[in-house]
Nanobody, 116 residues
Framework: QVQLVESGGGLVQAGGSLRLSCAASGSIFSINAMGWYRQAPGKQRELVATITRGGTTNYADSVKGRFTISRDGAKNTVYLQMNSLKPEDTAVYYC??????????WGQGTQVTVSS
């Protein structure tokens, strides 16, 4: 099993920045990739950014150039640096760990609210 603990959400004005953190524990050697997803009220959960064990990153078009995903292997932590935030970025952000067996684990979610 993998446990994910997120932190760093909050309220910020449009144009501001936030950094989310996701600390993984448990069977971390089975993790193939980690990422961030978000879900706004009334909408489906959508991919924001992912990073593989090899360091390959992938971003949703809506956040390219504004968000950066990174990781600290020593701390088993993945970060999402969010700059130039927009009101449409408001959502609950979830950390995801994708295991080599095809199993997914999710964090509890952290609220990000961007005011206009």
């Amino acid at each position: 099993q993998v446990q994910l603990v997120e932190s760093g959400g909050g309220l910020v004005q449009a144009g501001g920045s936030l950094r989310l953190s996701c600390a993984a524990s448990g069977s971390i050697f089975s993790i193939n990739a980690m990422g961030w997803y978000r879900q706004a009220p009334g909408k489906q959960r959508e991919l924001v950014a992912t990073i593989t064990r090899g360091g390959t990153t992938n971003y949703a078009d809506s956040v390219k150039g504004r968000f950066t995903i990174s990781r600290d292997g020593a701390k088993n932590t993945v970060y999402l640096q969010m700059n130039s935030l927009k009101p449409e970025d408001t959502a609950v952000y979830y950390c995801n760990a994708h295991l080599v067996y095809g199993i997914n684990y999710w964090g509890q979610g952290t609220q990000v609210t961007v005011s206009s």
